[in-house]
């Protein structure tokens, strides 16, 4: 998972790369983008602020 829509620049995990889609939320800033990679995910999700969630491929959320 990626946050700040920065595609051109490297990825630093737990800066703006996650495990986890709440890590990500919770990092973003307000008005940022979230880019999420292809998988399944086991999370509920709280989006407490305006982001954008985005992604290209085939993502599954099990909201356990």
Do not use: H, M, P, W
Not at 46 to 61: D, G, H, Q, R
């Amino acid at each position: 998972l990626r946050n700040d829509g920065d595609c051109g620049k490297e990825f630093e995990f737990g800066t703006t790369a996650f495990a986890t889609i709440t890590e990500a939320l919770t990092k973003a800033e307000e008005g940022k983008n979230v880019y999420v990679l292809e998988g399944a995910y086991s999370e509920a999700l709280t989006i407490s602020k305006a982001v954008t969630l985005i992604t290209k491929e085939k993502v599954v959320l099990d909201q356990a």
